[in-house]
Structure formats: structure tokens, C-alpha cells
């Protein structure tokens, strides 16, 4: 294997979201390629995006994206179901760097751990009537049926950080409870947010059924990308200043505090930039 | 009393909030006031605002104070508690025609109201991190004391209507519990999504707690205030096209469905615009 390294390999990933959820796929991708720095920018100013129509999570999307190639990063990261769901496929037409998503790596895993063909899926409200999990499943094995479910108190819920709390316990009862129902054996986890509320979800569905986090497979997937388009920093690269930057569009004290209870390490700077003048 | 009517007074008045919760206000203006003209903005693509910081908000009211004024409003009513805690008193400054918000009339009654000299305030974060409905309370009556407790979860819990829900119920409860134990007479709803979760929160608080809905009031000083300025359409005009303009700069549908659910009569026409660009 060639130890070449192109110029543009040393420049970071872009991974944006529309708050602090994503910072667990960020979270994954720094154990996955730590030699890999990250640019990642949380649009908490307009955050939640999963209760929005998909021209406005588009211009929204459009606006980060112009927003990260002003700091020069190699690829982007849509860490956010809902924006990968909306705003995912026009975009890789508009640029000249590769993106992905967390959508179509949460789909595969799912597709390949099922053994009843019966798959469910919670995220917000747009991902779900979206049909975009739906759709990516049924593509890879038509065999497959899919049973979706919106969940939009758990946003709210994890961001007030009720993670081990009988409210929230009932509410994911309630959402849950279909889903019980159908049998299902794998279940994705849709929303960046709802990795958080991991063992609570694994306690209702129990354990035939198979949590789905696609963070873990959209970091192996940005590997072999970022391999496959010779921007990989590889494993010999070995950067000394600081690996990670972090940009937020409103308040970046709260930012820092939910980020610190995520993220293995303390981050200290964070910048608040406005979004709408990209 | 003259009833000569400037021609400024045939115009409309703006009123904003963050979303559908203003609704309740433009409802009580439509009530006290059916002779005024209402051009009402609704930022569904960046709610909510309770959580987000000063600088925000501050940005967001004027972007929509510009846009109010190109539909020639003659007065601005902020049918936002947040919007009224962190950015009136500077808008106030920049413009030239009358505006109100909803604290200081639900300050008011909260102060005439009270006859123990404790009064409650429920509101988001960021309404009670200001700290302006204890500093109005006390500026008018500095015997009284002010106990505060943000609601985070109170908004998306009435965004997704579960009104008469065991869920909403106990969070109710549990955020209401300190401000029983304080024996409070008197509480105010600083939160224009809260007057529909009125009768559990009085249930919860009992018989002896007078609630406080801002947006009577805040009727009442529109009111005063138009007629002050010579601007009152008076009890003379009767207009006889759309009275009631709606805007909001997302998903039109969707605040549709919500606005059908809390104003007296259907709307149809809603317009989407792009708040960003004002």
C-alpha cells in the first residue's frame, strides 16, 4: 500500500448538524480515523430541523456547506438524519467534494443484521415523511418490510437531558409500542439524538431486537471514501496543533456544556459565527 | 371624543412570535379589537426561540420588524414572551411607530392580582434567565417576591397537542412543584404556547391560584396605546376585504393545521417568505 499522500488529505472533514446531536457521529469518527482533524459547525440558532419543510433544511444545508469550504475541508459529514434525508442528494450535485450521509450507512447495517425482514425505523417527523429509510431498505432487499415511527418529544427531551427519567420512559413507551408489536428484530436509530437515549430503547424493544446506530457505520464509510478519493490522512499522519474545531450559530456556552457531557474529552473554543451570511 | 381618524390608522398592526404560540394574542386582539387589521409573522423555520441567546433574538425581531414594515404596519405588537424579554427594549429605540409585548402587560395584572405578594412566572430558559417579569413585578411593588421556573419541555409538548396527556401531566407536576410548596396566589403564563395547557396547570395549582394570561392585557394596552397615537381604527370603520394576513417563513401547512385548532374562523391563505432575506 502506497504511502502517498496528496496535499488536499492533510485539510479536515466538514461534519454538520443542526445542533448537538451530531457531535456522536463526530464522536465516531474520531475513534474510527484519529488522525483525521474535524470541522464541525452545530446550527443551533434554527436548530431543531426535523419539524421543517425541506426548502427551508435545503437553504439551510446550502448556507453550512458554503459555510465549511471557507475553511477549506477535504469532505463533508451530513451528521444529521434529517438534512441527509432532505438536503443530501441535491447538494452532492453542487459540489466538487465528496459528502455523505448517515442515512444510507444506517440503512446497510440495518438491511445486513435483519434475519425476520422486518426492520423498524424512528426518527423526526421529516426524515420519517421523508420515506428515505423506507425507500434505501426496500432498494437494497425488497423483501424487507419497513415500520416507521416519528418520535419528536425525544429531541426535546435529550436536550433537557431527561436520558434516565419516567417521563421519558413513558413517552418512548408510548412511540415505541407499534413497533413492539410488529415483531420487529432490528431497529434504527434515526436521529443523532436518539443514540443517547440508547438503553432506555433497548430495555422497551428487548433484547431480540437489535439497536441500529449509524453513526458507528457513516465513520467506516467516510474511511473508505475518503481512501477511495486519495484524501485519506492516513495512519502515518501525525498533526500536533489542534485536531478539532467547533462552530455554533447561537450560544456557544450551552453548546460546550452538552458537548462536554458527549465528546471524551473538554473542548474549550468554540466560535459563534452567522450562518445566514453564507 | 373625536371621531376623526388619521389615515394611518386604516393600516394594519404587525404582530410576531416565533411561531403559532402568538396566536393566542392575535386571537384576544381580534376579540377586544375587531376593527383593527392584523398582518401576523410566524418564524416557523427558526423556532423555537425560548432557547437560544440575546444576540439571536435581538437579529431575528428585527429581520422581522423590517419585513413588518414593508406590509405598512402602524404598530408592532410582539406576541412573544422571549422576543419581548431580549430584544423590545432596543427595537423600541430603532424604529418609529408604537410597540408593545406581552410582559409588561402580564407583569401588570400579575401585580394587581396578587393580594399574598407572591407571584409565580412560568416562561422558556431564555425569558427567565432575563429576569424581566421579576424586575417589572418588583419595579411596581418592591414587597412582593417573584419565584421563576422555566418550562422547556411545555412548548414542544403543546406543538405535538398532547393537551390531556398523562405525559404533559406529570411534567406539569414536576415543574410546578417548587412553585406550589411557595404558596404562590398568583401565576403568570410568560409563554404565549402555555394558555393552552391552562386548565392542567390549574388543576395542578388549585382553586386559591389565580393564572395570569399575558395576552388579555396585552389586547387592552394595544388598545390604549393606538388610540393614544391617534392610530385607532376605531368603532367607525368597517372594513370590508381580509382582515387577517398571515406569514410565516416555513411549512405553511403545518401552522395551517395548528392556527385552525386556536383561532375562531378558518384561515386559508398563509404565505411563505424568507425571513433571512429582510
Redesign the interface.
Same mark, same amino acid.
Given at each position: 500500500m502506497s504511502e502517498e499522500i496528496s496535499n488536499n488529505a492533510l485539510a479536515p472533514v466538514g461534519v454538520f448538524d443542526s445542533g448537538v446531536g451530531g457531535l456522536t457521529v463526530a464522536r465516531e469518527i474520531m475513534r474510527q480515523l484519529p488522525n483525521e482533524k474535524i470541522v464541525y459547525f452545530g446550527d443551533? @440558532? *434554527?436548530v431543531p430541523y426535523g &419539524? !421543517? &419543510?425541506k426548502?427551508?433544511i435545503l437553504?439551510y444545508s446550502r448556507q453550512i456547506v458554503r459555510f465549511l469550504k471557507t475553511k477549506n475541508v477535504k469532505a463533508i459529514v451530513v451528521a444529521c438524519n434529517t438534512a441527509s434525508a432532505l438536503a443530501l442528494e441535491e447538494i452532492r450535485d453542487e459540489i466538487d467534494m465528496p459528502i455523505i450521509g448517515v442515512v444510507k450507512p444506517g440503512a446497510k447495517v440495518a438491511v445486513e443484521k435483519t434475519i425476520n425482514k422486518r426492520i423498524g425505523v424512528i426518527a423526526t417527523e421529516a426524515t420519517i415523511n421523508s420515506h428515505i429509510y423506507t425507500d434505501y431498505i426496500k432498494n437494497r432487499d425488497n423483501d424487507i418490510t419497513v415500520f416507521s415511527k416519528a418520535c $419528536?418529544?425525544f429531541? $426535546?427531551?435529550v436536550?433537557?437531558m431527561w436520558l434516565k427519567d &419516567?417521563?421519558t420512559e413513558?413517552?418512548a413507551g *408510548?412511540y415505541l409500542e407499534n413497533l413492539k408489536e410488529e415483531h420487529i428484530d432490528t431497529l434504527v436509530l434515526g436521529c443523532t439524538h436518539y443514540p443517547l437515549l440508547r438503553n432506555m430503547i433497548g430495555n422497551i424493544m428487548g433484547e431480540s431486537v437489535t439497536l441500529v446506530n449509524p453513526a458507528y457505520e457513516t465513520a467506516v464509510s467516510l474511511g473508505e471514501l475518503l481512501v477511495k478519493n486519495n484524501l485519506s490522512a492516513g495512519n502515518v499522519y501525525s498533526y500536533s496543533g489542534e485536531m478539532y474545531d467547533f462552530y455554533v &450559530?447561537? @450560544?456557544a456556552e !450551552?453548546f460546550k456544556r452538552f458537548a462536554n457531557s458527549i465528546l471524551p474529552f473538554r473542548i474549550e473554543n468554540i466560535s459563534q459565527i452567522?450562518i445566514?451570511e453564507y
Open positions: 443551533t @440558532a *434554527r &419539524s !421543517k &419543510s426548502d427551508t437553504r $419528536p418529544l429531541v $426535546p427531551l436536550e433537557e &419516567s417521563v413513558e413517552v *408510548r &450559530s447561537d @450560544a !450551552k452567522n445566514e
